[in-house]
């Protein structure tokens, strides 16, 4: 399992933060062995994504207007496409191109209802 302890030199919360947001992408990320190379790859991306992560305060301020008085801040979850695909790559094809990720009943209980509709 990936914890923040992974990310030396990075803000605990900061490093919470992008662990659940890759869990949200790949989450396979959790059962990958220790030592293994898909989560050494895994922690090669998020350490990258915490390295451009800016130090707390003014420096976490993505854009400013005056007008409206809006402060835009950096958010955990705002990452680069490219570490985006890269994470997903990790986890087998059939969670990361959008299947469903679980098992649903072969069972139609409907037609148990109606079954001249069901035939």
Request: glycine residues 6%.
């Amino acid at each position: 399992m990936i914890t923040p302890e992974d990310f030396p030199g990075v803000d605990e919360d900061a490093a919470r933060r992008i662990i659940v947001a890759a869990r949200s992408i790949a989450p396979c990320i959790d059962v990958f062995p220790d030592e293994s190379e898909e989560k050494k790859n895994a922690l090669a991306i998020l350490r990258g994504v915490a390295a451009e992560a800016p130090a707390a305060g003014s420096r976490r301020v993505r854009a400013q207007r005056i007008g409206s008085a809006s402060v835009d801040y950096w958010d955990a979850n705002t990452w680069r496409a490219e570490d985006r695909a890269a994470l997903r790559s990790l986890c087998p094809a059939a969670t990361a191109s959008g299947a469903p990720r679980g098992s649903f009943p072969t069972d139609r209980p409907l037609a148990k209802l109606w079954p001249e509709h069901y035939a």
